[in-house]
C-alpha cells in the first residue's frame, strides 16, 4: 500500500496547487488509499469475521459443532451489518470491531460526538429485530 501511495503522489505530483503543505497533502493520500484499501470487500468480510468469532471464541468449551455454529452466527451478523446504510455501519465497524471510543468515532468521521452517539444508538435500533429473531443479542 505505501508504494501505491507513491505512485500516486508522483503521478500526481502536478496537481498539487500548494495551497497545504506536501508532507498533509501526501497524508490525505495515504489515507485515501487506505480508506479503499479496507472498503475492499473481500478484505473487509474476512478481517470482520475473523474478529466476530475470536469475539465469542471460549477455548475452554470449543468443539466443532460449537466452532460451526459461531462461524455461521458471525457470517449472518456481518451480514446484517453490511446492510446498515454506511453512516450506520461504520459506527458500528470502529465501535464494535476497531474498539474506538465515541470520541475516536466522531474525530475519525469528523462529525460532532452527539452525532456519532446518535448513529450508534440508532444503528444498535435497526440491528436489533434482525438480530434477535435468532435468539441472540450479540451487540449488547
Known amino acids: ?56 471464541r471460549n477455548k475452554d468449551e470449543e468443539s466443532p459443532e460449537k466452532h460451526s455454529i459461531q462461524e455461521e452466527d458471525s457470517k449472518e451478523v456481518l451480514q446484517t451489518v453490511n446492510e446498515l446504510p454506511l453512516k450506520y455501519r461504520e459506527v458500528i465497524i470502529l465501535y464494535y470491531f476497531e474498539d474506538l471510543s465515541l470520541k475516536e468515532i466522531a474525530s475519525a468521521l469528523s462529525v460532532k460526538l452527539n452525532t456519532a452517539k446518535a448513529r450508534l444508538q440508532r444503528a444498535r435500533k435497526k440491528l436489533k429485530p434482525k438480530l434477535e429473531h435468532d435468539g441472540g443479542d450479540q451487540l449488547g
Do not use: P
Not at 7 to 33: D, H, P
Not at 39 to 52: D, F, G, L, W
Open 1 to 56: 500500500m505505501t508504494q501505491d501511495v507513491f505512485v500516486k503522489v508522483y503521478e500526481n505530483l502536478n496537481t498539487f496547487k500548494g495551497q497545504s503543505s506536501l508532507r498533509s497533502w501526501i497524508y490525505s493520500i495515504a489515507i485515501n488509499k487506505s480508506k479503499d484499501h479496507l472498503r475492499s470487500v473481500k478484505n473487509r468480510q474476512r478481517i470482520y469475521r475473523e474478529k466476530v468469532v475470536n469475539l465469542w
